[in-house]
């Protein structure tokens, strides 16, 4: 073997002993206790409600359980818990990814809910959040109200709270912290405008209203517009009879570019972040972000067809006829139902419930907020969900519940409210001037840097927590073969035991490892 082979042998090496050293500290790490940071009468008094029971609220429920917390309340819509991955939900909505890319740190995916399965149905999904909250006492320790869709929040400036009013009971409930965990689909359908409605003699609906699918049975042609899941989701349930009209054209990615070894860590890894302006990136990056991106993000699971349909729908090129759709290349595509798989616009439903609270100028782009979590008009309110820049929402929804809990707490400190709004000023700018085609600011997905510099939005949440995990997070992105370590390490801080009296706490700040 030549001094090279011997060289390249040497480096495999040892990064191959890095990662089972770090594996191995970071198991450790996981059964040394937490000594918790937040004073008895702050857990004991403090009112937390949370809207909404999909994957944020559940998270978040318990984050604030395992750190103590004993008033929870979870206001929920329907009649159960899962979000977006509901019962009711339309038929065939499934994972677009493998499983393994969508996994809390801290609970592995049960072998018989993922057993032959690559990406899981709704059915799974929701069984996977009903065992992470049976675990974690979500439902023994945990208010949960069925039924109950919030109809205004209104600040009690001198009880420094949120008087919240349930719109079916008129019932009131006050919170010290309210967090909104409602995401993106659970409110106001977009339903797009298009010219002569009126003269069509089929069906319209919109994709939250498809459920088992019983109208798309009976149908001999189907059109879907839009190029979101839900599109690509519905175009199964019926492919050889229906046609996908999408603003611009979609490539499908192939499903074995997600099989192939440790492609989630390697995803983290190109995707730590992204100057806002295109100019400043690398070029590397922006062919990540602009086409590698928007593949992954609609082209996993394409509809086993041939009749989908690739067709530029720009401005009022699209039209209604009495049997269906006329597009602009002058092409009519038949069809008995039309279905809208145009996504939901959420930020109206905030619009209704902070009834008198200018959130900012138009909401029409999505609603921007510092670190996608706080809203420096809104004291006190977290918004959980809302946007998901790590490519896992359930490891998303770990770290943005945990630095929820700490700001609220006051360990993890928030900026001035002038400095936060410049930021959020200052970005909202950015984001429009470079990404003026998108009406809901799809592609701000990273935060920036404070001098030019990237880093990963996970562990600048962490960061804020004023180092406190200390050992656990170690030295992210620093080292290249920390991705393939990173789930270890976010598991050993998510589903650490966490300490609370005295004498345990005694006895984890005596221990060499301990964490203050």
Known sequence: MDAYGLRLTAEVASISFYII???YRFSKLLQTPIHNPIDSFHRSSTQVVIVGSGICGITAAKTFVQYGYTHITILEASTEIGGVWRSDQYEGASLQGPYWMYQFADFAWPRDLVKGIISPGKAAVQEYIRR??????????????????????VRDAHRNSW????????EVIEADILIMAIGNNSSSPIIPHIPNEHKYRGHIVHSSEIGNGDILKSAHNIAIVG??????????????????????????????????PFFDRIAYALFSGYKVNK????????????????????GINRPDS??????????????????????????????????????????RAFQEIFEGVELQDTLDDGLYLYKYIYHPKLPNVFFLGFKDPSLNMPSNASIQSLWTMFCAAGIAQLPALSDMEEMISTRQQNTRQCFHFSSTSLHDFFLAGESSCDYS?????????????????????CHPANIWSSGAAFGAIFGAEIITDDESNNAVASDSTALV
Not at 132 to 139: Q, R
Not at 238 to 248: A, E, G, S, V
Not at 457 to 477: E, I, N, P
Request: charged letters at 20%; aromatic letters at 12%; glycine letters at 8%.
């Open 132 to 153: 992470y909250a049976e675990k974690y006492n979500v439902f023994s320790k945990v208010d949960i109200k069925y039924q109950c869709r919030v109809k205004t929040a």
């Open 163 to 170: 008087i919240i009013r349930i719109a079916e009971s008129d």
């Open 21 to 23: 050293l770090c594996r």
């Open 306 to 347: 041939t009749s989908l349909l690739d067709d530029i729908m720009n401005g009022g090129g699209l039209h209604f006829t009495e049997n269906g759709l006329l597009l602009e290349n002058g092409q009519e595509v038949e069809a008995d139902v039309v279905v809208f798989g145009t996504g939901f616009q959420p930020t």
């Open 457 to 477: 939005y996970t562990v600048d949440l962490l960061r804020d927590c004023k180092g406190f995990f200390g050992k656990r997070v170690a030295s992210f992105w």
């Open 227 to 260: 190029g979101s899941k839900s599109a690509y989701d519905i175009g199964q349930m019926q492919p050889h009879n229906t046609t996908l009209i999408m603003r611009t054209p979609h490539y499908w990615t192939p499903r074995w570019l997600l099989l192939l």
């Open 279 to 298: 100019s400043d990136r690398s070029w590397l990056t922006r062919v990540l972000d602009e086409v590698f991106m928007p593949l992954v993000a609609v």
